[in-house]
């Protein structure tokens, strides 16, 4: 079964219910591919995104007509290893464990065969190198291949990271976060084209906010449709959220503007006569792992667009170690690095009074 540009994000429902009609409803309009996680919309054993994706498809032929992935990982969500968290996906250290994770998730999701399976939320070395010691995450999940077809990684790692990861030749696809506002990966994007692997962009709206401005959650979408090896993995809470999505897809040919174009206009729409960030990510790595791009594009369109929706979007997200920008030390580093010689620290400086309402 070939990839539908559209993919179906699972952690962003409201309930059972429209759970279940969502993802129906994205099924029929021929999205074929359904991500979720342990953790996902977690309530209880019962009410998860595993369940409520194994309801949805436990009907006619809905299971036929898509394929499913879910995840786990050595570590902690953030920048750290864990401790076993075996209901969330989170501290799987062992094969012994990966093995109750993988029998969690089959069991959720009704289901004895998966089509993907992701090493989730990998971001530093570290983490990766403790999913594949003897042992642990990596050897749980060879001992179970025959419940499995193809192997991803999910990572908010910068682009330099992330092609180390894809070097180990191990995985077919990478889940990653990219959108008009945070181009920071689009190096590891330009890899994984030229390597024949299959990228997942997660975020397509920046968590969201981008949808409450009309013109640029349709631009949001058009720039991932018109990038090459690329598919939008879409978090879909209601049926009309998949109707947009659907039409996007039909009005995709008549469109035809290039990605580059697309962005164009996007930084028309946020214009400033302030130099202000691209989140082109040649400033990365800071040492202090924050991603300074993706957080100077949620403070742009606060700035200038006024768009509060923003602002609330990257607080919401303090829980990603890249978008911890209070950890900002100013040593500089950004800065020397900036192509367009902007005066970054500043620039974050004025950032984090603005978002977080502090110097």
Request: aromatic share 10%; with cysteine; charged share 25%.
């Amino acid at each position: 079964m070939r990839l539908s540009k559209i993919a179906i994000g699972g952690m962003r429902f409201r309930d059972r219910q429209t759970a279940i009609a969502t993802l129906r409803k994205a099924i029929d309009c021929g999205f074929n591919y359904v991500d979720t996680s342990p953790c996902y919309l977690r309530q209880s054993e019962d009410e998860n995104s595993e369940r409520w994706v194994g309801e949805a498809l436990n009907h006619a032929d809905y299971r036929q007509r898509v394929m499913v992935g879910t995840k786990s990982t050595p570590g902690n969500g953030g920048l750290g290893l864990g401790e076993l968290n075996l209901a969330d996906g989170f501290g799987v250290r062992t094969a012994e464990n990966f093995n109750r994770v993988l029998n969690q998730s089959l069991n959720r999701l009704g289901m004895n065969h998966l089509d993907y399976y992701h090493l989730w939320t990998t971001h530093t070395q570290e983490q990766f190198q403790e999913a594949f010691r003897t042992g642990g995450w990596y050897d749980g999940l060879t001992a179970r291949k025959e419940s499995w077809d193809h192997l991803g990684i999910t990572t908010h790692a910068d682009s330099k990271t992330i092609i180390s990861f894809l070097k180990q030749r191990r995985f077919e696809t990478v889940t990653l976060p990219l959108n008009v506002i945070n181009t920071t990966r689009l190096e590891a994007v330009n890899y994984c084209r030229d390597n024949g692997i299959v990228v997942f962009a997660m975020n397509p709206l920046a968590g969201g906010f981008l949808a409450a401005h009309e013109r640029l959650k349709e631009l949001a979408l058009r720039y991932l449709m018109a990038l090459e090896g690329v598919h939008v993995l879409i978090g879909f809470a209601t049926p009309a959220d998949v109707e947009y999505a659907k039409w996007i897809e039909d009005t995709t040919p008549s469109f035809a503007r290039p990605a580059e174009e697309i962005l164009r206009e996007v930084n028309g729409i946020i214009n400033s006569r302030e130099p202000r960030c691209t989140a082109c990510g040649y400033c990365l790595p800071c040492p202090q792992s924050i991603n300074v791009g993706a957080c100077l594009s949620y403070y742009n369109v606060y700035k200038y667009l006024g768009m509060n929706e923003a602002r609330q979007a990257f607080l919401d997200k303090q829980w990603e170690d890249g978008l911890r920008l209070d950890k900002c030390t100013a040593c500089g580093l950004c800065a020397s690095r900036c192509p367009n010689g902007l005066d970054v620290v500043r620039l974050i400086k004025d950032a984090k009074s603005l978002l977080y309402g502090k110097g």
